[in-house]
């Protein structure tokens, strides 16, 4: 993906936490709901979303950046990504 725009990346990344992390396709997920503080992945999943980051967009996201800190709700992952 050459440019970057809030929602495609929003909507990639959804899909992919929606499908392949929490493994319920059904699942309503909010843009600013808890993703690991409300148990719906554990921290583990980070290293699964950080390469799925890496290999889709092309944004490597650093270890201290990979905390339930930064990286708790959706917005805050699309906002990460979209600072490259």
Same mark, same amino acid.
């Given at each position: ?5 809030? =929602? ?36 583990f999943a980070l290293a699964d979303? =950080? ?14 950046d990979l905390t339930v800190d ?15």
């Open positions: 993906m050459s440019s970057l725009d809030a =929602a495609t990346v929003r909507d990639h990344v959804r899909t992919y936490i929606i499908h392949e992390l929490i493994r319920d396709p059904d699942y309503d997920l909010e843009d600013n709901e808890g993703i690991i503080t409300g148990g719906l992945m554990d921290s979303l =950080a390469v799925f980051v890496e290999q889709t967009f092309g944004v490597y996201i650093p270890d201290p930064k990286m708790d709700t959706l917005n805050q992952i699309v906002a990460r990504i979209l600072r490259g």
